[in-house]
């Protein structure tokens, strides 16, 4: 089988940042990298979870909700990835700031974390969660849209 363009980019050169994955047509797969590849540190299922729950509920209730095409965490646990339609790069990277930002703040009981609302409901950890995202918010403070761009 062919190689997924997502398995050629180096990962052992990528640095937590927000990257442009992958275009297709009108989507916009943007690589939301929260951990350095490889390197240690991995985010817990539960801090992970959260981070999805917060980030989905949050881009979802702005003004660009109907650009949001999907949210959801990296298999490897290293971190998001977002799609998004119809939507500028630099209105994506506002978004997520913004996000970030939100769950940064965020007390009290998680969105969508009842039993019946999500099929593992107990995996949380918000805690972990806040501390988790410190690096990638500062990461993308004064990001710009040229930073999108994986490096070699
Ligand atoms: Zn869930």
Redesign the pocket.
């Known amino acids: 089988m062919e190689k997924i363009t997502s398995f050629t980019i180096n990962h052992d050169t990528l640095e937590v940042g927000m990257y442009i994955s992958r275009i297709d047509d009108d989507i916009v797969t943007y690589d939301l990298r929260l951990v350095k590849p490889n390197n240690g540190y991995f985010l817990s299922t539960g801090s992970l ?1 959260t981070i ?2 917060l980030f989905a509920t949050y881009a979802r209730n702005t003004k660009f909700s109907k650009n949001i095409v999907y949210v959801g965490p990296m298999g490897c646990r290293t971190g998001c990835y977002l799609l998004t339609r119809n939507m500028s790069h630099e209105d994506a990277i506002s978004l997520v700031q913004d996000s970030f930002d939100f769950i940064s703040k965020f007390e009290g009981e998680i969105p ?2 009842k039993k019946e ?5 107990l ?2 950890d918000l805690d972990k969660a806040k501390e988790d995202i410190k690096p990638f918010l500062k990461a993308l403070q004064n990001y710009k849209v040229e930073n999108l761009k994986y490096q070699d």
């Open positions: 979870h999805e729950h969508g974390t609302e999500c099929g593992n409901y995996d949380h």
